[in-house]
């Protein structure tokens, strides 16, 4: 069957895309651009005194109106102006205020991080808590990091806590109770030591060629699932966190040596008299906050608004100019075909690894640039900015909402960069790869510890669960199947989505009844093609 996005994309996409290709050319060569800088010579706390840093007895996290205004002012310069606006309709998003100060030593492959969590959080459900859980993601598996925290103090007074999980997770009571729609006051300092290299290993935090990746580096307020706090020990592997939306004001402190990069946009920078910098950031709603300390290079492209940054090693500059033209084409695309990527910022940084890319919100780490084969990386893990970056879902027990997703976007761009031809083959590997009889007949929408091995995740979420998609695409039709994407992200933007709900608004655009095709795929599995 011939395919074809309708007419009003196809121009849109010809007017923004200017020729571009993906071509291993350069096509529209950027200058390599470094940060500017402030001559604030404010000093930093010192080393000790960071660890050890309390609330004012006086001070308060729990903001008058007028404060709020304040503080969600402060929020939405990470928004695009036409989005600003959106801050006021999400007030009660927990809101963390985090200082950290890094200490890296690039040559001996050591970094410590100290910091200072406060957080204010908010008891959306209808019900009272009477515990609070922080997730140390640190300690994870997945990390090559140890992470300590605590004393923790609530309202200012200091409470004790439970030590859960490993040292993943710490659990305090909550005495009197949250009530629904009240806040409560959390501060906590905390300490990761990291030493050694991830450059070989599958690790999503550490050192590789002399920078630094911490992404979910500070105490972390898991969501609420059935009723509980969603506190567990993540699969081997996969993703290991799945969070609300929540605002982040993130000051970094660290020698002025290293490019400082991370979620969100950049409010503030100053030197100080000791050779190092502090640098504030501001996120608007997002999931997470990840960041990268390290001697990088800054290649830049405004797409819709948005300042692309791609964020390279030296040697890998000239691939670097490639992946700035696909990442810009894939956010065109997005843009034009689901819907707008709102903040002003988002950074791909080059950190080599043994994963393909880590997605963050608003930032993600490409870790194949030495092999060169980071096209589907790139086109993948800028997917994800929508795929659960807006339109979160629990990555850990209905992972292919957005992994299906994000892999069936690289079908779609090679469809409609390159064409129907580019894309038909992708498919057909894909296929290839579903190849074993119980590939064939397993469902997509497992929780990752529920298939029998991590290969067999791979396989049945990313690429059986593209296959998928191509196959709801061909039932619904191309303007059904547009149109699905679009109303998709308006009602789901910024919120969470389970596999039910997909199913229902897949539905409600089609006016059809799709039972039959999601229990074959999605929820029992069956043999899907011959």
């Known amino acids: 069957m011939k395919r074809s996005l309708p007419l009003h994309f196809i121009l849109l996409l010809l007017l923004s895309a200017c020729g571009d290709t993906v071509s291993p050319a350069v096509l529209n060569p950027t200058q390599v651009q470094s940060i500017g800088s402030s001559t604030d010579v404010t000093p930093a706390p010192a080393r000790s005194e960071i660890a050890t840093l ?37 007030p009660e998003l927990t809101y963390y205020i985090i200082h950290v100060k890094v200490d890296l030593d690039p040559q001996e492959e050591v970094a410590t991080l100290e910091g200072l969590a406060q957080i204010r959080y908010t008891n959306s459900t209808d019900l009272p808590l009477d515990d609070l859980v922080l997730m140390l993601w640190p300690n994870d598996r997945q990390y090559l990091a140890t992470m300590e925290a605590g004393p923790i103090t609530i309202n200012g007074q200091k409470v004790e806590h439970e030590v859960e999980l490993e040292g993943l997770a710490l659990r305090v009571e909550l005495n009197p109770q949250l009530q629904s729609g009240q806040s409560t006051e959390v501060s906590l300092p905390f300490v ?47 993703d290991t966190t799945s969070s609300d939306m929540a605002y982040f004001e993130v000051s970094i402190t660290a020698s002025e040596e290293f ?106 780490y490409i870790c194949s640039m030495d092999t060169g084969h980071f096209v589907d990386t790139t086109v993948h893990e800028v997917a994800h900015q929508w795929f659960y970056g807006l339109i979160g879902n629990d990555q850990l027990r209905e992972p292919w909402l957005d992994e299906s997703m994000a892999t069936y976007w690289q079908v779609l761009y090679y469809e409609f960069m390159i064409g129907e031809d580019r894309a038909n083959t992708q498919l057909n590997q894909y296929r290839s790869w579903v190849n074993r009889p119980e590939d064939q007949v397993a469902p997509i929408g497992l929780g990752i510890e529920d298939y029998r091995l991590l290969g067999d995740y791979y396989t049945i979420v990313y690429f059986k669960g593209a296959l998928f998609l191509d196959a709801l695409r061909s039932k619904l039709g191309e303007e059904d199947f547009f149109e699905f994407l679009k109303t998709y992200y308006q009602r789901y933007r910024y919120s969470f989505v389970d596999t039910q709900e997909f199913h229902e608004v897949v539905e409600g655009v089609c006016d059809c009844e799709l039972d039959e095709l999601f229990d074959l795929w999605v929820y029992e599995g069956g043999k899907v093609f011959e």
């Not at 991830?198 to 009723?227: C, D, E, S």
């Not at 390290?294 to 490639?322: A, F, I």
């Open 259 to 364: 490019e400082v990069i991370a979620s969100g946009g950049e409010i503030e920078r100053q030197l100080l008299r000791d050779g190092g910098q502090s640098v504030t950031f501001v996120t608007g709603p997002m999931r997470d906050f990840a960041f990268a300390l390290g001697n990088l290079e800054k290649l830049n492209k405004v797409v819709n608004g948005v300042d692309l940054n791609v964020w390279v090693l030296p040697r890998h500059e000239e691939s670097g100019d490639r992946m700035l033209n696909v990442a810009s084409q894939q956010m065109e695309f997005l843009h034009q075909v689901v819907g707008p990527y709102p903040y002003t910022e988002f950074d791909i940084v080059d950190s080599p690894c043994s994963f393909g890319g880590i997605e963050y919100p608003g930032l993600v």
């Open 192 to 238: 990761i030591r990291t030493e050694g290299s991830i450059r070989n290993q599958k690790r999503r935090f550490g050192i590789t060629n002399g920078m630094l990746i911490a992404p979910t580096f500070y105490p972390l307020i898991p969501r609420r699932v059935g009723g509980e706090w969603q506190a567990e020990i993540a699969p081997t592997g996969g």
């Open 54 to 90: 309390q609330l004012d007895k006086d001070q308060t996290l729990t903001p008058t109106p007028s404060e709020l205004e304040t503080r969600l002012d402060l929020q939405a310069q990470a928004l695009l102006p036409e989005y600003g606006g959106e801050i006021r309709a999400y």
